[in-house]
Protein backbone atom coordinates (compact mmCIF):
# COMPACT_ATOMS: atom_id res chain seq x y z
CA UNK A 1 0.00 0.00 0.00
CA UNK A 2 1.29 3.22 -0.47
CA UNK A 3 -0.37 7.16 -0.26
CA UNK A 4 1.41 10.17 -1.84
CA UNK A 5 0.22 13.72 0.04
CA UNK A 6 1.07 17.04 -2.21
CA UNK A 7 -0.04 20.90 -1.60
CA UNK A 8 1.06 24.79 -2.14
CA UNK A 9 2.32 26.08 0.57
CA UNK A 10 1.73 29.65 -0.39
CA UNK A 11 1.63 31.65 -3.80
CA UNK A 12 5.63 31.66 -4.77
CA UNK A 13 5.23 27.94 -5.83
CA UNK A 14 6.37 26.51 -2.52
CA UNK A 15 5.23 22.75 -2.01
CA UNK A 16 5.34 20.13 0.49
CA UNK A 17 5.55 15.99 -0.81
CA UNK A 18 4.98 13.27 1.20
CA UNK A 19 5.02 9.65 0.33
CA UNK A 20 4.51 6.68 2.76
CA UNK A 21 4.41 3.11 1.24
CA UNK A 22 3.83 -0.42 2.93
CA UNK A 23 4.62 -4.17 1.87
CA UNK A 24 4.44 -7.34 3.13
CA UNK A 25 5.40 -10.16 1.51
CA UNK A 26 5.18 -14.10 2.90
CA UNK A 27 5.80 -17.40 0.90
CA UNK A 28 6.24 -20.96 2.07
CA UNK A 29 7.55 -23.02 -1.02
CA UNK A 30 7.46 -26.81 -0.18
CA UNK A 31 10.07 -29.22 -1.87
CA UNK A 32 9.80 -33.21 -1.44
CA UNK A 33 11.76 -35.52 -4.15
CA UNK A 34 11.18 -39.11 -4.19
CA UNK A 35 13.10 -42.24 -5.28
CA UNK A 36 13.48 -46.46 -5.02
CA UNK A 37 16.03 -48.18 -4.49
CA UNK A 38 16.61 -52.33 -5.49
CA UNK A 39 14.05 -53.59 -3.28
CA UNK A 40 11.59 -51.10 -4.39
CA UNK A 41 11.34 -49.12 -1.23
CA UNK A 42 10.16 -45.51 -1.48
CA UNK A 43 12.69 -43.14 -0.01
CA UNK A 44 12.60 -39.16 0.42
CA UNK A 45 15.70 -37.09 -0.54
CA UNK A 46 16.32 -33.44 -0.08
CA UNK A 47 13.25 -32.24 1.23
CA UNK A 48 12.84 -28.65 2.18
CA UNK A 49 10.17 -26.70 4.16
CA UNK A 50 10.89 -22.85 3.84
CA UNK A 51 9.06 -20.47 5.70
CA UNK A 52 9.60 -16.66 4.71
CA UNK A 53 8.39 -13.01 5.46
CA UNK A 54 9.50 -9.77 4.34
CA UNK A 55 8.42 -6.07 5.86
CA UNK A 56 9.19 -3.29 3.83
CA UNK A 57 7.89 0.47 5.30
CA UNK A 58 9.15 4.19 4.68
CA UNK A 59 7.97 7.70 4.75
CA UNK A 60 10.00 10.52 3.23
CA UNK A 61 9.22 14.16 2.97
CA UNK A 62 10.19 17.08 0.08
CA UNK A 63 9.88 20.61 0.27
CA UNK A 64 11.00 22.89 -2.90
CA UNK A 65 11.60 26.56 -2.42
CA UNK A 66 11.99 27.93 -5.87
CA UNK A 67 12.99 32.01 -5.91
CA UNK A 68 12.37 33.58 -8.96
CA UNK A 69 13.96 36.56 -9.00
CA UNK A 70 17.41 35.00 -8.24
CA UNK A 71 16.51 31.69 -10.68
CA UNK A 72 17.07 29.57 -7.92
CA UNK A 73 15.47 26.37 -6.59
CA UNK A 74 16.44 24.99 -3.54
CA UNK A 75 14.94 21.38 -2.45
CA UNK A 76 15.10 19.30 0.88
CA UNK A 77 14.02 16.40 2.39
CA UNK A 78 14.39 13.34 4.17
CA UNK A 79 13.00 9.31 4.77
CA UNK A 80 13.59 6.59 7.00
CA UNK A 81 12.77 3.14 6.05
CA UNK A 82 12.53 -0.47 7.92
CA UNK A 83 13.56 -3.47 6.56
CA UNK A 84 12.88 -7.00 7.77
CA UNK A 85 13.20 -10.27 6.57
CA UNK A 86 13.10 -13.64 8.31
CA UNK A 87 13.53 -17.04 6.35
CA UNK A 88 13.05 -20.31 8.63
CA UNK A 89 14.54 -23.64 6.20
CA UNK A 90 14.20 -26.63 7.57
CA UNK A 91 16.02 -29.57 5.69
CA UNK A 92 16.34 -33.65 4.86
CA UNK A 93 19.42 -34.37 2.63
CA UNK A 94 20.50 -37.59 0.98
CA UNK A 95 18.95 -39.84 4.40
CA UNK A 96 17.23 -43.06 3.24
CA UNK A 97 16.59 -43.83 6.99
CA UNK A 98 13.19 -41.28 6.76
CA UNK A 99 11.19 -43.18 4.61
CA UNK A 100 8.26 -40.85 4.77
CA UNK A 101 8.63 -36.98 4.72
CA UNK A 102 7.62 -35.87 8.29
CA UNK A 103 7.17 -31.98 8.66
CA UNK A 104 8.36 -32.74 12.24
CA UNK A 105 12.01 -34.56 11.15
CA UNK A 106 14.62 -32.56 9.58
CA UNK A 107 18.24 -33.25 9.80
CA UNK A 108 19.28 -29.56 9.61
CA UNK A 109 17.27 -26.06 10.37
CA UNK A 110 18.81 -22.87 9.72
CA UNK A 111 17.49 -19.49 10.71
CA UNK A 112 18.17 -15.92 9.14
CA UNK A 113 17.31 -12.92 10.35
CA UNK A 114 18.01 -9.25 8.64
CA UNK A 115 16.79 -6.07 9.90
CA UNK A 116 17.78 -2.53 7.65
CA UNK A 117 16.76 1.03 9.16
CA UNK A 118 17.58 3.76 6.86
CA UNK A 119 17.68 7.62 7.69
CA UNK A 120 18.49 9.88 4.82
CA UNK A 121 18.31 13.65 4.63
CA UNK A 122 18.99 15.87 1.06
CA UNK A 123 19.93 19.40 0.04
CA UNK A 124 19.90 20.76 -3.45
CA UNK A 125 20.50 23.84 -5.09
CA UNK A 126 19.19 24.86 -8.85
CA UNK A 127 20.70 27.82 -10.51
CA UNK A 128 19.43 29.32 -14.08
CA UNK A 129 22.14 31.08 -15.67
CA UNK A 130 21.50 32.50 -19.45
CA UNK A 131 21.36 29.64 -20.99
CA UNK A 132 22.99 27.03 -18.68
CA UNK A 133 21.37 25.22 -15.47
CA UNK A 134 23.81 24.29 -12.60
CA UNK A 135 22.80 21.68 -10.22
CA UNK A 136 24.84 20.96 -7.04
CA UNK A 137 23.46 18.47 -4.19
CA UNK A 138 24.29 16.26 -0.95
CA UNK A 139 22.89 13.55 0.36
CA UNK A 140 23.32 12.25 3.81
CA UNK A 141 23.29 8.15 4.46
CA UNK A 142 22.88 6.16 7.52
CA UNK A 143 22.49 2.58 7.58
CA UNK A 144 22.13 0.50 10.44
CA UNK A 145 22.70 -3.39 9.57
CA UNK A 146 21.41 -6.37 11.60
CA UNK A 147 22.02 -9.78 10.12
CA UNK A 148 22.06 -13.10 11.53
CA UNK A 149 22.32 -16.62 11.09
CA UNK A 150 21.81 -20.24 13.13
CA UNK A 151 22.06 -24.13 12.25
CA UNK A 152 20.69 -26.62 13.80
CA UNK A 153 23.29 -28.77 12.95
CA UNK A 154 26.29 -27.50 15.16
CA UNK A 155 27.37 -24.37 13.15
CA UNK A 156 28.30 -21.72 15.30
CA UNK A 157 25.66 -18.52 15.18
CA UNK A 158 26.90 -15.59 12.65
CA UNK A 159 25.92 -11.98 14.05
CA UNK A 160 26.87 -9.58 11.71
CA UNK A 161 25.54 -5.76 12.90
CA UNK A 162 27.32 -2.42 11.53
CA UNK A 163 27.09 0.78 10.36
CA UNK A 164 27.37 2.55 7.36
CA UNK A 165 27.36 6.67 7.97
CA UNK A 166 28.06 8.72 4.53
CA UNK A 167 27.81 11.82 2.06
CA UNK A 168 27.05 11.48 -1.07
CA UNK A 169 27.78 14.62 -3.71
CA UNK A 170 25.54 15.35 -6.70
CA UNK A 171 26.14 17.85 -9.45
CA UNK A 172 24.95 18.21 -13.04
CA UNK A 173 25.31 21.11 -15.74
CA UNK A 174 22.72 21.41 -18.77
CA UNK A 175 23.30 23.81 -21.64
CA UNK A 176 19.81 24.94 -23.63
CA UNK A 177 20.69 24.60 -27.41
CA UNK A 178 17.44 26.49 -28.18
CA UNK A 179 13.43 25.65 -27.00
CA UNK A 180 13.71 21.90 -28.08
CA UNK A 181 17.36 20.50 -27.86
CA UNK A 182 19.68 20.42 -24.67
CA UNK A 183 22.84 18.87 -23.73
CA UNK A 184 23.37 17.74 -20.20
CA UNK A 185 26.18 15.80 -18.33
CA UNK A 186 25.83 14.45 -14.65
CA UNK A 187 28.01 12.66 -11.73
CA UNK A 188 26.46 11.10 -8.58
CA UNK A 189 28.31 8.91 -5.90
CA UNK A 190 25.78 6.19 -4.54
CA UNK A 191 25.51 3.45 -2.15
CA UNK A 192 23.57 0.39 -2.31
CA UNK A 193 22.98 -2.33 0.79
CA UNK A 194 23.34 -6.26 -0.43
CA UNK A 195 19.97 -7.51 -0.80
CA UNK A 196 18.74 -10.03 1.50
CA UNK A 197 18.33 -12.64 -0.95
CA UNK A 198 21.47 -12.79 -1.53
CA UNK A 199 22.46 -12.85 2.24
CA UNK A 200 20.29 -15.43 3.34
CA UNK A 201 21.34 -19.05 3.55
CA UNK A 202 18.01 -20.71 2.75
CA UNK A 203 18.01 -18.89 -1.08
CA UNK A 204 17.27 -22.21 -2.52
CA UNK A 205 17.22 -26.30 -0.84
CA UNK A 206 19.10 -27.93 -3.69
CA UNK A 207 21.62 -29.52 -1.03
CA UNK A 208 23.54 -33.08 -1.61
CA UNK A 209 26.96 -34.67 -1.41
CA UNK A 210 27.67 -32.75 -4.83
CA UNK A 211 26.51 -29.47 -4.47
CA UNK A 212 26.11 -26.59 -1.80
CA UNK A 213 24.13 -23.56 -1.59
CA UNK A 214 23.95 -20.18 0.62
CA UNK A 215 23.80 -17.08 1.01
CA UNK A 216 26.49 -14.87 2.22
CA UNK A 217 26.17 -13.04 5.27
CA UNK A 218 29.38 -10.74 5.24
CA UNK A 219 28.64 -9.35 1.74
CA UNK A 220 29.74 -5.49 2.14
CA UNK A 221 27.97 -2.64 0.33
CA UNK A 222 28.56 -0.93 -2.96
CA UNK A 223 29.84 2.15 -3.76
CA UNK A 224 28.92 3.54 -7.52
CA UNK A 225 30.56 6.81 -8.79
CA UNK A 226 28.21 7.43 -11.56
CA UNK A 227 28.68 9.98 -14.95
CA UNK A 228 26.47 10.91 -17.35
CA UNK A 229 26.29 12.80 -20.98
CA UNK A 230 23.10 13.27 -22.37
CA UNK A 231 21.97 14.91 -25.83
CA UNK A 232 17.75 15.54 -25.45
CA UNK A 233 15.57 16.83 -28.32
CA UNK A 234 11.66 17.95 -28.72
CA UNK A 235 11.78 16.87 -24.77
CA UNK A 236 11.43 12.72 -26.27
CA UNK A 237 14.23 11.47 -28.04
CA UNK A 238 17.84 11.31 -25.79
CA UNK A 239 20.99 10.01 -26.64
CA UNK A 240 23.96 9.14 -24.03
CA UNK A 241 26.26 7.52 -22.15
CA UNK A 242 26.96 6.55 -18.75
CA UNK A 243 30.34 5.09 -17.39
CA UNK A 244 29.72 3.41 -13.78
CA UNK A 245 32.82 2.46 -11.68
CA UNK A 246 31.47 0.49 -8.62
CA UNK A 247 33.21 -1.05 -5.76
CA UNK A 248 32.81 -4.52 -3.97
CA UNK A 249 29.54 -5.55 -6.30
CA UNK A 250 27.98 -8.68 -6.13
CA UNK A 251 27.41 -11.48 -9.14
CA UNK A 252 26.11 -14.87 -8.71
CA UNK A 253 28.46 -17.42 -9.00
CA UNK A 254 29.58 -21.26 -8.93
CA UNK A 255 32.85 -21.99 -7.91
CA UNK A 256 34.36 -25.48 -6.68
CA UNK A 257 37.94 -26.40 -5.12
CA UNK A 258 40.92 -27.18 -6.66
CA UNK A 259 40.19 -30.96 -6.61
CA UNK A 260 36.63 -31.34 -5.28
CA UNK A 261 33.49 -32.58 -6.62
CA UNK A 262 31.83 -29.97 -5.13
CA UNK A 263 29.76 -26.82 -6.29
CA UNK A 264 29.27 -23.97 -4.43
CA UNK A 265 26.69 -21.78 -5.14
CA UNK A 266 26.95 -17.86 -3.93
CA UNK A 267 27.05 -14.60 -4.49
CA UNK A 268 30.83 -13.02 -5.06
CA UNK A 269 32.16 -9.73 -4.40
CA UNK A 270 34.44 -7.96 -6.59
CA UNK A 271 36.73 -5.43 -6.13
CA UNK A 272 35.64 -3.21 -8.68
CA UNK A 273 33.74 -3.66 -12.13
CA UNK A 274 33.50 -0.59 -14.52
CA UNK A 275 30.20 -0.76 -17.10
CA UNK A 276 30.38 1.46 -20.03
CA UNK A 277 26.86 1.65 -21.74
CA UNK A 278 25.22 4.13 -24.62
CA UNK A 279 21.65 4.26 -25.01
CA UNK A 280 19.09 5.54 -27.56
CA UNK A 281 15.48 6.19 -26.49
CA UNK A 282 13.06 7.74 -29.33
CA UNK A 283 9.13 7.77 -29.49
CA UNK A 284 7.19 6.57 -32.73
CA UNK A 285 3.85 9.15 -32.22
CA UNK A 286 1.21 6.67 -34.10
CA UNK A 287 -1.15 9.65 -34.20
CA UNK A 288 0.74 11.61 -36.79
CA UNK A 289 0.33 8.83 -38.60
CA UNK A 290 -3.07 7.10 -37.83
CA UNK A 291 -4.80 10.85 -37.05
CA UNK A 292 -2.32 12.82 -39.21
CA UNK A 293 -0.03 16.01 -38.82
CA UNK A 294 -3.04 18.46 -36.99
CA UNK A 295 -4.08 16.03 -34.68
CA UNK A 296 -0.84 14.97 -33.42
CA UNK A 297 0.40 18.45 -32.79
CA UNK A 298 -3.09 18.72 -30.83
CA UNK A 299 -1.93 15.97 -28.59
CA UNK A 300 1.79 16.92 -28.13
CA UNK A 301 1.23 19.23 -24.97
CA UNK A 302 -1.05 16.31 -23.24
CA UNK A 303 1.11 12.84 -23.60
CA UNK A 304 -1.51 11.14 -21.38
CA UNK A 305 -3.82 11.84 -24.93
CA UNK A 306 -1.58 10.61 -27.21
CA UNK A 307 -0.78 7.38 -29.10
CA UNK A 308 2.78 6.17 -29.14
CA UNK A 309 5.15 3.64 -29.13
CA UNK A 310 8.45 4.32 -27.19
CA UNK A 311 11.48 2.48 -28.00
CA UNK A 312 15.07 2.10 -26.53
CA UNK A 313 18.34 0.77 -27.20
CA UNK A 314 21.22 0.03 -24.79
CA UNK A 315 24.70 -0.98 -25.17
CA UNK A 316 26.68 -2.42 -22.45
CA UNK A 317 30.23 -2.95 -22.02
CA UNK A 318 31.34 -3.94 -19.02
CA UNK A 319 34.79 -4.72 -17.33
CA UNK A 320 35.82 -6.67 -13.91
CA UNK A 321 39.13 -5.79 -12.30
CA UNK A 322 41.00 -8.48 -10.98
CA UNK A 323 38.64 -11.42 -12.55
CA UNK A 324 40.28 -13.76 -14.83
CA UNK A 325 37.26 -14.49 -17.43
CA UNK A 326 37.42 -17.04 -19.45
CA UNK A 327 35.20 -16.24 -21.88
CA UNK A 328 35.35 -13.56 -24.51
CA UNK A 329 34.50 -9.98 -23.03
CA UNK A 330 31.92 -8.84 -25.64
CA UNK A 331 29.51 -6.13 -25.47
CA UNK A 332 25.68 -6.64 -25.16
CA UNK A 333 23.07 -4.48 -26.66
CA UNK A 334 19.22 -4.68 -25.41
CA UNK A 335 15.73 -3.42 -25.98
CA UNK A 336 12.69 -2.73 -24.57
CA UNK A 337 9.50 -0.78 -26.25
CA UNK A 338 6.36 0.57 -24.47
CA UNK A 339 3.41 1.62 -25.91
CA UNK A 340 0.05 3.41 -25.02
CA UNK A 341 -2.99 3.38 -26.55
CA UNK A 342 -6.37 5.26 -26.17
CA UNK A 343 -9.28 3.19 -26.62
CA UNK A 344 -12.93 3.22 -26.43
CA UNK A 345 -14.57 4.63 -23.40
CA UNK A 346 -11.69 6.35 -22.43
CA UNK A 347 -9.57 3.00 -21.63
CA UNK A 348 -5.65 4.03 -21.95
CA UNK A 349 -3.48 0.59 -22.88
CA UNK A 350 0.35 0.27 -22.07
CA UNK A 351 2.13 -2.51 -23.03
CA UNK A 352 5.65 -3.30 -22.20
CA UNK A 353 8.55 -5.49 -23.90
CA UNK A 354 11.97 -6.23 -22.96
CA UNK A 355 14.67 -8.21 -24.55
CA UNK A 356 18.42 -9.48 -23.66
CA UNK A 357 19.16 -11.32 -26.87
CA UNK A 358 22.16 -13.78 -26.97
CA UNK A 359 25.78 -12.96 -25.93
CA UNK A 360 28.02 -12.41 -22.94
CA UNK A 361 26.95 -10.01 -20.03
CA UNK A 362 29.85 -9.54 -18.01
CA UNK A 363 30.79 -13.17 -15.92
CA UNK A 364 27.68 -14.92 -17.57
CA UNK A 365 26.98 -16.43 -21.36
CA UNK A 366 23.16 -15.61 -22.17
CA UNK A 367 22.09 -18.45 -23.93
CA UNK A 368 18.89 -17.89 -24.69
CA UNK A 369 17.05 -14.31 -25.01
CA UNK A 370 15.47 -13.19 -21.66
CA UNK A 371 12.44 -11.21 -22.22
CA UNK A 372 9.43 -10.67 -20.89
CA UNK A 373 5.73 -8.98 -22.06
CA UNK A 374 3.50 -6.87 -19.76
CA UNK A 375 0.19 -5.40 -20.52
CA UNK A 376 -1.98 -2.90 -18.06
CA UNK A 377 -5.38 -0.75 -18.54
CA UNK A 378 -6.36 2.07 -16.70
CA UNK A 379 -9.71 4.05 -16.61
CA UNK A 380 -10.86 7.10 -14.31
CA UNK A 381 -13.41 7.53 -12.83
CA UNK A 382 -15.61 10.22 -10.63
CA UNK A 383 -14.60 13.61 -12.27
CA UNK A 384 -10.84 11.49 -12.65
CA UNK A 385 -10.39 10.63 -8.92
CA UNK A 386 -10.92 7.27 -8.98
CA UNK A 387 -8.26 5.44 -11.38
CA UNK A 388 -9.16 1.54 -11.84
CA UNK A 389 -6.06 -0.44 -13.44
CA UNK A 390 -5.79 -4.32 -14.53
CA UNK A 391 -2.21 -5.36 -14.92
CA UNK A 392 -0.73 -8.54 -16.01
CA UNK A 393 3.03 -9.08 -16.07
CA UNK A 394 5.28 -11.72 -17.83
CA UNK A 395 2.21 -12.05 -19.61
CA UNK A 396 3.16 -15.74 -21.41
CA UNK A 397 5.62 -16.48 -18.67
CA UNK A 398 8.51 -16.17 -20.83
CA UNK A 399 10.66 -14.46 -18.33
CA UNK A 400 13.74 -17.23 -17.56
CA UNK A 401 17.62 -17.35 -17.53
CA UNK A 402 19.55 -19.67 -19.37
CA UNK A 403 23.25 -19.01 -18.96
CA UNK A 404 26.71 -20.18 -18.74
CA UNK A 405 28.60 -19.00 -15.43
CA UNK A 406 32.09 -19.24 -15.40
CA UNK A 407 33.49 -19.51 -11.56
CA UNK A 408 36.56 -20.34 -9.69
CA UNK A 409 37.69 -23.86 -12.08
CA UNK A 410 33.76 -24.66 -12.74
CA UNK A 411 31.95 -23.52 -15.25
CA UNK A 412 28.26 -23.96 -14.86
CA UNK A 413 25.23 -24.17 -17.07
CA UNK A 414 22.57 -22.58 -15.16
CA UNK A 415 18.63 -22.49 -15.60
CA UNK A 416 15.89 -20.54 -13.85
CA UNK A 417 12.64 -20.18 -14.01
CA UNK A 418 10.00 -18.79 -11.95
CA UNK A 419 6.53 -18.67 -11.97
CA UNK A 420 6.65 -14.61 -12.94
CA UNK A 421 3.17 -14.55 -14.50
CA UNK A 422 1.40 -11.84 -12.28
CA UNK A 423 -2.13 -10.46 -12.21
CA UNK A 424 -2.65 -7.00 -10.28
CA UNK A 425 -5.88 -5.21 -9.47
CA UNK A 426 -4.41 -1.37 -8.21
CA UNK A 427 -7.50 1.28 -6.98
CA UNK A 428 -5.97 5.28 -6.91
CA UNK A 429 -7.74 8.01 -5.20
CA UNK A 430 -6.97 11.62 -5.89
CA UNK A 431 -8.03 13.64 -2.75
CA UNK A 432 -6.54 16.95 -3.86
CA UNK A 433 -7.26 18.72 -8.00
CA UNK A 434 -3.09 18.75 -7.77
CA UNK A 435 -1.58 15.97 -9.97
CA UNK A 436 0.42 13.27 -8.49
CA UNK A 437 4.23 13.36 -9.62
CA UNK A 438 5.98 10.25 -9.67
CA UNK A 439 8.16 9.35 -6.80
CA UNK A 440 11.33 11.59 -6.38
CA UNK A 441 14.73 10.03 -6.80
CA UNK A 442 16.46 12.78 -4.53
CA UNK A 443 16.78 9.96 -2.32
CA UNK A 444 16.63 6.27 -3.46
CA UNK A 445 13.24 5.33 -2.51
CA UNK A 446 13.62 1.30 -4.05
CA UNK A 447 11.21 -1.07 -2.81
CA UNK A 448 12.67 -3.70 -1.36
CA UNK A 449 11.13 -6.66 -3.94
CA UNK A 450 10.88 -10.58 -3.72
CA UNK A 451 13.03 -11.72 -6.87
CA UNK A 452 16.39 -13.59 -6.61
CA UNK A 453 18.41 -15.53 -8.90
CA UNK A 454 21.00 -14.63 -11.70
CA UNK A 455 19.61 -11.14 -12.93
CA UNK A 456 17.35 -8.70 -11.93
Same mark, same amino acid.
Given at each position: ?? +????????????????? +??????????? /? %????????????????????????????????????????????????????????????????????????????? =??????????? +??????????????????? =?? %?????????????????????? /????? $??? +?????????????????? =??????????????? /?????????????????????????????????????????????? /? =???????????????????????????????????????????? %?????????????????????????????????????????? $????????????????????????? %??????????????????? $????????????????????????????????????????????????????????????????????????????
Amino acid at each position: MS +AQYKTKLDTLGRTLDVT +AYMNLFDKNPL /T %ESTGNNVSNNTFNYNNGDVDFSLKNYYLKYDFNFPFEKLGLSLGTGGKYSITKAGDIGQYNFNTPDIAVFDSNVYSD =RIDFDYTENNL +AFYVEARKKFKKFNFTAGL =RF %EDFQIDRQATRSSGVPVENIKY /TNTNF $FPN +ASIMYTINDDMNVSGTYS =RKIAQPDYNVLDPNN /TSTFDQYNSSKGNLSLKPTFFDNYELKYTAFQFVSLGANYSVSKDN /T =RFVFNAEPGQLVSNQASQQFDKINIFSAYLSFPIPLDYFLKGKE %EFQKRMNTMDKMNYIFVNINYVKSEIEGFDNPMKNDAIVNYS $FQSQLILPWEITNTMSYFILPKGNW %EIYRIDKPIQQFDISFNKD $FLNKNLKVGLHCFDVFNANEVNALIAGQNLNTNFYQKNDSRTFRVSLTWNFGNLKLEKENTDINTDKKNTSGGLLK
